[in-house]
């Protein structure tokens, strides 16, 4: 009855998925401090440009190969802002869009991303089978 069960996950991918969860919420919180203070910009920043892509793409199940994290910290960018315009952009069209509701938006996003299995992909998997014998 429970064959198709996943094994639990490590404590520390565990932390690593609550961190990503609570960013969002830690950079919404960090709007309430007084405007123009870097204790209320740089998280906000940090989290608009990398919250959502990393919890995307980290972490990822199974085995990965040796060109994994250089992969995810390259692409975690493009992908946390591509996700950024496209929340912000769906707040425009429904004319709804302010600083709350965008973080809001994504931070919700990113507790459910870091909730699921990260992204596939071929530097994380390449070598992989191979890594016990020479080609």
């Known amino acids: 009855m429970s064959e198709n069960r996943?094994?639990?996950?490590?404590?520390?991918?565990t932390l690593i998925r609550a961190a990503l969860a609570l960013s969002g919420w830690v950079a919404l919180a960090a709007t309430a401090l007084p405007g123009g203070s870097p204790l209320?910009?740089?998280?906000?920043?940090?989290?608009v440009c990398l919250g959502p892509g990393l919890a995307l793409l980290y972490p990822r199940p199974g085995p990965v190969g040796p060109g994994a994290r250089l992969e995810t910290a390259a692409l975690a960018a493009p992908l946390g802002l591509s996700v950024a315009v496209v929340a912000a952009t769906a707040l425009f069209l429904v004319e709804g869009f302010s600083g709350t509701a965008f973080l809001v938006s994504l931070a919700a996003f990113t507790t459910l991303a870091a909730a699921l299995p990260g992204l596939p992909l071929p530097a994380?998997?390449?070598?992989?089978?191979?890594a016990g014998r020479r080609p």
Do not use: I, S
Request: charge should be positive; aromatic fraction near 8%.
């Open 40 to 47: 209320r910009w740089a998280p906000v920043l940090l989290f």
């Open 6 to 13: 996943q094994p639990p996950l490590p404590a520390r991918q």
């Open 124 to 130: 994380a998997t390449r070598g992989v089978e191979r």
